[in-house]
């Protein structure tokens, strides 16, 4: 290991993880038990695959369209990364292409919120910020090497928008841009060096929750 600082950019799963919509809340039991006389400790858990910090990839909207064990291991490591602040007061609203005029190229771009101290509350899943479905097109033009948006928010379809949330989640998932949401960026000084992120590899899925690691070299 040399002088590289790592950070985490996923929030812990655990029964108070926040979902949207008619989701379904996570359930962790304990299986085996040393306490209890058993040989060793397991667990069992149930939860929806696009639990806390998870990744959609286009076979959530596109029928035909990649899944996550479809993915190249090189295409969830990350070294171009941007890191953007849309704070508003005004809510709930869209981050739209204004929002992020004068984006430099990246492959994966972070907008940061602040909404991630609302969770836990019912504002995080009716006020959080969504994304404007405008922005994928522009991205893919303004930021060739875009690859991925990451976004501290429940979904990148506000529940109040929910129609222009869909149409998001197509845009960006035709123009292979993945998507990243629930995440915690609150960590986060400046943009990290590099970003990997590591899905739950369960085949065919259109999404996983997953561990973001942000790495300074
Ligand atoms: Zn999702």
New binding site residues.
Partial sequence: MGDEKVVLLSHEIDEQTPFYGKGTSVKLKQDKSIRKGDSCNTMHWSFYN?TGT?V?VPL?FLEKGASVTDLRPEEWIFSKVLLVEVTDTETPRLVKVEDLKGAKDCELLLIRTGYEKYRGSKSYLKDSLGLHPELADWLKTECPSIRAVGIDSI?ISNIKNRELGRMAHKSFLENNIL?I?DMKLSPLGEAPDRVIIAPLLVKEAD?APCTVFGIYV
Avoid: I, K, M, V
């Fill in positions: 696009h998870h959609d959530h979904s998507l949401e999404g």
